[in-house]
């Protein structure tokens, strides 16, 4: 009787962990959709990031990257850049 209770409390839990796998996926695409969404409405959305390589040598190359703030009256005290 006690491995009954076992067997099944096994399949329960092996049931339980299909259902979490199933659901974590569309959890996160939900979720990325509703950050893709509210970025696609703020501040950032407004500025545009280009990344250009320049050839230094063979092997090594230099970043340039150019920030345009797309709207009138730009103002760049607005934002901080970082890089690491």
């Excluded at 990257?65 to 730009?74: F, P, Q």
Aim: aromatic content about 14%.
């Amino acid at each position: 009787m006690e491995k009954i209770k076992s067997l099944h409390m096994k399949r329960f839990i092996g049931f339980l962990f299909i259902l979490t796998l199933l659901y974590l996926p569309t959890f996160a695409q939900n979720n990325l959709q509703s950050i893709n969404q509210s970025l696609r409405y703020s501040r950032y959305s407004r500025i545009s990031l280009k990344v250009i390589p320049i050839e230094t040598s063979d092997r090594t190359f230099k970043l340039q990257m150019l920030v345009e703030k797309i709207e009138d009256g730009a103002n760049f005290d607005d934002y901080l850049f970082l890089t690491a």
